[in-house]
């Protein structure tokens, strides 16, 4: 006697591979489907056909025929559903709605300085069901919300365990869900914004093994481990911010001395943590004093890349504030980096600039949320 449950988890599977599949292509033939998942014809129409029927997927057009008859051209449904992504921080919040083919339809950044009472929680629903209207989109149709927080989180993702940036310490994360109707997911916003750079990574067939250094008003990390974030055993994996790079040096927030933090944080470029892009501005012109604080700054990254080269072993990717605007300067930062480097004359082949620049947090959690609803709905 055939076991309902397990059959009926063998098609949950089938599904979730064959839209996994799609979404990372973006289009594909049927025949490329069970080519690529090595499995029948029949197997793939099967399957194919309860997700077309599901409305999770539709056929868009027909490929240029290579010889015989052409194939269709299957796709994501993606107005079949929308997910939020949202990034609290201490002065405002950005908000992105993404699609079900986790393509970012829209953003949105509002200034509302965070405070721990019931009349924010209510400024962000209400800032929220407004991005929602902007863009149009039928409320039944969002189906799920995802957040960002400056923080660590407990293992359950239900508990703020300790925020320097939003100054919390144990606080429940279900006033931010408050009025929600859809499901919602908590994530760290460093993990967020790597969940984001993985998105990147997938479409491009890039290594899954990396570790995010995020480098902000606060310096936060992320690893990921063949395409999974790796969370550590108190969920503190990736606080590089608080990894000694001088001895008994300047102090950090957190008490101790010679954090990367206290050397590496935006606020040490842009003090108020505001206005970073006019460092930058004063740096492309060759101000002395900005040259001479951005040449002391990539000196103290340096360590702290290097050393995480020697304890991971995998590409480095820089992203937060000042990872948005690295770019220009990846070359010298790789000739410092090299210099320093035991085994590889070139640091190029494993330290990146971030990929996604604008409100990255915001969009991972939003794509977590949306892997979420595909494992448990497609």
């Known amino acids: 006697m ?3 449950s397990n059959s009926n988890d063998i098609k949950h599977e089938k599904r979730q591979q064959i839209f996994r599949c799609i979404l990372k292509e973006k289009s594909t033939s049927r025949q490329d489907i069970a080519h690529e998942l090595h499995i ?6 099967q399957y194919i056909t309860e997700l077309q029927n599901r409305n999770f997927i539709r056929e868009d057009g027909l490929f240029r025929s290579t010889g015989g008859r052409k194939a269709g051209r299957l796709t994501i449904a993606s107005d079949t ?4 992504g949202a990034d609290i921080t201490k002065g405002h919040i950005s908000y992105v709605l993404t699609n079900l083919a986790g393509e970012l339809v829209s953003h949105e950044r509002i200034p509302l300085p965070y405070q721990n009472m019931p009349e924010y929680y209510q400024q962000f629903q ?3 069901l407004e991005f929602i209207g902007k863009n149009k989109v039928p409320k039944e149709k969002i189906s799920g919300v995802g957040f960002a927080i400056p923080g660590i989180l407990d293992a359950a993702c239900t508990t703020i365990l300790d925020s320097h940036v939003l100054g919390l310490k144990n606080l429940s994360v279900l006033p931010f869900a408050e009025g929600t109707s859809c499901p919602v997911l908590f994530l760290n916003d460093a993990n967020a914004a790597a969940v984001a750079e993985m998105h990147a990574t997938e479409a491009t067939d890039k290594p899954r093994d990396f570790v995010y250094l995020s480098l902000s008003n606060s310096i936060g990390g992320a690893v990921f481990v063949d395409g ?3 969370r550590g055993t108190n969920q503190r994996s990736g606080e590089f911010g608080h990894m000694r790079i001088v001895p008994g040096g300047k102090k950090c927030y957190c008490g101790q001395r010679g954090c990367l933090d206290a050397y590496c944080s935006a606020l040490t470029l842009s003090p108020e943590g505001k206005h970073l892009e006019r460092f930058f501005s004063k740096l492309q012109k060759k101000d002395k004093t900005a040259t001479r604080q951005w040449d002391m700054y990539l000196k103290m ?3 702290a890349i290097i050393n995480i080269r020697m304890a991971y072993d995998c590409p480095i990717i820089l992203g937060g504030y000042v990872g948005n605007f690295i770019e220009p300067y990846m070359p010298q930062l790789c000739q410092i980096v090299s210099g ?3 085994f590889e004359a070139d640091s190029f082949s494993y330290l990146h600039a971030c990929h996604y620049q604008l409100e990255a947090s915001a969009f991972g959690a939003s794509l977590a949320i949306l892997d979420s609803f595909i494992d448990k709905y497609v």
């Open 40 to 45: 029948s014809m029949p197997t793939a129409l």
């Open 2 to 4: 055939t076991d309902i």
């Open 126 to 128: 209400k800032k929220l």
């Open 301 to 303: 990254l340096s360590l």
């Open 81 to 84: 559903a929308y997910f939020i």
């Open 340 to 342: 320093m480097d035991p």
């Open 228 to 230: 999974h974030l790796y």
